[in-house]
C-alpha cells in the first residue's frame, strides 16, 4: 500500500520558518519525482517545488529564494524547507509522487500552512 505522509505544517508568523516533510512508503523512491504542491482557498493547486532522482530541483518564482526542496533516499522522504515566510504563503501543501517510468502518481494527505501575525 501507497503512502505518502506530510507533517510539519502549522502556524508561523511573517519572516519565520517551517520544514515540511513528507515521508513515503510502498513506493521504488528512487523511482519517482517529487513535488510539493499547494493549494489556497479559492485558488487552484499550484505547483511549487519539484526534486528528480539526480537531484535537480525547479521552483515556482514566487518562492525562489526563500524555498528549498530536498529528499533522503535513506527515509524516503521529501522535505520542504520555506524560509522568510509571506501571508501569501498560506496554503494547504500537498506531496505528491510521480513515476518516472509509468503513468503512476500519488498524494498525500496535505499539511496546513498559515502565515500570520
Known amino acids: 500500500q501507497v503512502q505518502l505522509v506530510e507533517s510539519g505544517g502549522g502556524l508561523a508568523q511573517p519572516g519565520g520558518s517551517l520544514r515540511l516533510s513528507c515521508e513515503t512508503s510502498?513506493?521504488?523512491?528512487?523511482?519517482?519525482?517529487m513535488n510539493w504542491y499547494r493549494q489556497a482557498p479559492g485558488k487552484e493547486r499550484e505547483l511549487v517545488a519539484t526534486?528528480?532522482?539526480?537531484?535537480?530541483?525547479d521552483y515556482t518564482d514566487s518562492v525562489k529564494g526563500r524555498f528549498s526542496i530536498s529528499r533522503n533516499f535513506i527515509k524516503n522522504t521529501v522535505f520542504l524547507q520555506m524560509n522568510s515566510l509571506k501571508p501569501e504563503d498560506t496554503a494547504v501543501y500537498y506531496c505528491?509522487?510521480?513515476?518516472?517510468?509509468?503513468?503512476?502518481?500519488?498524494w498525500g494527505q496535505g499539511t496546513q500552512v498559515t502565515v500570520s501575525s
Open positions: 505528491r509522487a510521480q513515476s518516472v517510468i509509468a503513468s503512476r502518481q500519488y
Open positions: 510502498g513506493i521504488t523512491f528512487n523511482l519517482y519525482t
Open positions: 526534486i528528480v532522482a539526480d537531484g535537480r530541483v
